[in-house]
């Protein structure tokens, strides 16, 4: 299985793969902290899977650059774009809040699995919002 793992924060990223290579040794990974990294990767080669993050930065931080533009809805983002290229992974998001956004712009994850990337036709999104503890 091949995945692609979007998520900007180190340590879940960490606690991510350990969990993924402990239950699926034979895992392929692709570890990406923004969107614009996991839609390089995605594109290069699609995956079967993308766990990601719903809010990430726009590039990789780095010490010279803070990421870009804060993205609330980079996985969904993403998603929207690769369904736009035809490439049908499946998308499963890492999260631990059912609420995204701020103002007007807020959406729970039901919405967002509702919405407009599954009439695509191509995206099964799920919900893990704990890892399984070793």
């Given at each position: 299985m091949n995945v692609v793992i979007l998520e900007d924060d180190r340590g879940k990223m960490a606690e991510i793969v350990g969990a993924l290579k402990d239950e699926i040794p034979s895992v392929e990974l692709r570890e990406c902290y923004s969107y614009r990294s996991a839609l390089n990767e995605c594109v290069r080669d699609p995956p079967d899977v993308i766990l990601l993050d719903m809010s990430v930065p726009?590039?990789?931080?780095?010490?010279?650059?803070a990421g870009g533009r804060p993205r609330e809805f980079g996985g969904k983002d993403l998603l929207w774009q690769l369904s736009l290229r035809g490439l049908r992974s499946r998308?499963?998001?890492?999260?631990?809040f059912d609420i995204f956004g701020t103002g007007e712009g807020i959406?729970?994850?039901s919405e967002l699995t509702t919405g407009v990337i599954p009439k695509r036709g191509c995206w099964g999104i799920g919900k893990i919002s704990r890892l399984p503890s070793g």
């Open positions: 726009t590039f990789d931080v780095s010490v010279d650059d998308g499963i998001v890492v999260t631990q959406q729970t994850l």
